[in-house]
């Protein structure tokens, strides 16, 4: 199935959020994936099997040495782009 998930980060107790942020942006990268960031969310998309373990990793690996707080909205009914337009 192809979904497409909205997704935000929020580390908690640390001076400086984006080293936490970009982390997470890069693991879901290494799955493939396409990210859209946006100021205060991000989206990304795909199989939705990847999509999951991409997630599941963003919670793994990023919360493993911080408290995190990650939010994600999974939907199969979203617009994404076309192929071609991003």
Known sequence: MFVEAQFSIYPLREEKL???INEAV??????GLPVEEGSMSS????????????MKKVMEK???????????????ACPVP?????
């Open 18 to 20: 984006s080293p936490a």
């Open 26 to 31: 890069e693991i879901i990268k290494s799955f």
């Open 43 to 54: 989206i990304t998309y795909g199989d939705s099997e990847k999509v999951f373990e991409a």
């Open 62 to 76: 990023v919360g493993e040495n911080r408290h995190l707080v990650l939010i994600v909205t999974f939907s199969n």
């Open 82 to 86: 076309a192929k071609g337009e991003k």
